[in-house]
């Protein structure tokens, strides 16, 4: 291998492949709930085994900080510690390191050979090992000895990463996210509910409310009044946006009464009552407003987070249509994982 390097190292022609199409190809994937195996016969420096190829743990420790520097671009700021462990990011990369293995493996399924031809063309081009713009032997075998690799290792896992690419790549361009269901998941998503909230200071007295008068009379605040509630109006707001608002923290809203404001029709009163701050409560829906996607200037700012969040909902779409195919290729391999070692993992 190193002979045919020395025949192209005075050709700068290839310059090194990234067959990453955008952020899809260092995306975690999670399907680490199918995999099976407590990690029996792994190594304690290892992560997992597949089908007899080793995950280390320093690459899953690199491989973590690809996936953190994806994720902060994406949402173009530094993420806190809070934000990295909703991410589950641990798994997320090592979920993507298995996908690679199990592409890996299945190379001769989709037809993929990378030459010798190709490989030493690559190499050659890498600025790490060209001198005076020329290929350097000598550089080259001095950059992976400084790096406790070899020309040989370092070809191979070179080639591989090139496969489970260009796998990646072919499978990733059978898929495309439709505007429609971008702008309809959109509307759903940012839709806004107003409502009349009535609190009452015993339950009884809101049990009683909701079973005899609010169900069948339209004159909501009127028959709360009659069992001693108190009503307001909330004005449309965004699920995010109530969140932020006073609102939440008046009334101490939580997740479940979040899920029936905005699973309930306009005009219906949700048949429970809700534990808030001051009491008990009924609640009306009075609107349900479902905005519709304006693809602003792409200059603006309005316009720019409208794209982000365009890019961000094809990169979910795309990732989850990866997943249920890996889970495929996945169910065909022996894999195990060091649970011990994974429970004490901290990256870097």
């Known amino acids: 291998m190193l002979d045919f390097l020395r025949r192209f190292y005075a050709h700068t022609a290839g310059k090194i492949i990234t067959v990453l199409v955008g952020l899809l190809f260092i995306v975690g994937f999670s399907f680490l709930p199918y995999i099976m195996g407590v990690g029996r016969g792994v190594s304690p420096r290892d992560a997992a085994v597949v089908a007899g190829k080793r995950i280390s743990l320093n690459e899953l420790s690199r491989y973590y900080g690809k996936l953190e520097n994806e994720y902060e671009k994406l949402y173009g700021k530094k993420l806190t510690q809070k934000e990295l462990s909703e991410l589950n ?29 190709f490989i030493a ?47 990646r790549r072919i499978i990733s361009e ?85 899920k029936s404001l905005f699973s309930t029709g306009p005009n219906s009163v949700i048949d429970t009552i809700f534990h808030v701050k001051s009491g008990y409560a009924a609640i009306k829906i009075l609107k349900v407003y479902f905005p519709e996607y304006v693809s602003d200037s792409k200059t603006s700012d309005k316009g720019k987070a409208l794209l982000k969040e365009k890019e961000l909902y094809g990169f979910q779409k795309e990732q989850e249509f990866l997943d249920n195919y890996v889970n495929y290729l996945e169910s065909k391999s022996n894999v195990k994982i060091n649970r011990s070692a994974l429970s004490a993992f901290h990256p870097y």
């Open 121 to 167: 063309r690559n190499i050659a081009s890498f600025n790490e090992f060209q001198k005076n713009g020329k290929f350097s032997d000598k550089l080259f075998k001095d950059v992976l000895l400084a790096n406790h690799t070899t020309p040989a290792n370092f070809e191979k896992k070179y080639r591989a990463e090139i496969t489970r690419a260009y796998i």
């Open 89 to 117: 990011l641990t798994g997320a990369a090592l979920s993507s390191l298995i996908a690679d293995r199990v592409l890996e493996s299945s190379k001769d399924v989709f037809g993929i050979n990378v030459s010798n031809r």
């Open 174 to 258: 059978s898929f495309s996210v439709a505007d429609i269901q971008f702008l309809n998941d959109y509307k759903i998503k940012n839709k806004s509910v107003s409502f009349k909230i009535a609190v009452f200071g015993s339950k009884n007295k809101a049990d009683d409310f909701l079973k005899k008068a609010a169900l069948y009379n339209k004159n909501f605040n009127l028959q709360a009044k009659q069992y001693g509630g108190t009503v307001s109006d909330v004005p449309l707001f965004s699920e995010i946006n109530l969140v932020k608002s006073p609102y939440f923290k008046k009334y101490s809203l939580n997740g479940s009464i979040l």
